[in-house]
């Protein structure tokens, strides 16, 4: 996990914030989640669409972010 330190050396290095991966889910009229015969939520993802540019970073600064282990 990067420290507030590193975050703060990756910031002066000029690094921008990019998107990896998206997940969406389904949802039933009453808003609960669409899920599989374990209870568990059903995820899924759009393996032709990019989001890289859409607007999903604006107003994120690096120091806000964590590392995902």
Same mark, same amino acid.
Do not use: A
């Given at each position: 996990?990067?420290?507030?330190?590193?975050?703060?050396?990756?910031?002066?290095?000029?690094?921008?914030?990019?998107?990896?991966?998206?997940? @969406?889910?389904?949802?039933?009229?009453?808003?609960?989640?669409?899920? /599989? #015969?374990?209870? %568990? &939520?059903?995820?899924?993802?759009?393996?032709?669409?990019? @989001?890289?540019?859409?607007?999903?970073?604006?107003?994120?600064?690096? /120091? #806000?972010?964590? %590392? &995902?282990?």
């Amino acid at each position: 996990m990067y420290s507030m330190e590193q975050n703060n050396q990756m910031k002066e290095e000029e690094h921008s914030i990019g998107v990896w991966e998206i997940q @969406f889910y389904l949802q039933h009229e009453d808003g609960q989640p669409v899920v /599989d #015969e374990k209870g %568990e &939520v059903k995820k899924f993802y759009s393996p032709h669409s990019d @989001f890289s540019d859409c607007g999903l970073t604006e107003g994120l600064e690096i /120091d #806000e972010l964590r %590392e &995902v282990n």
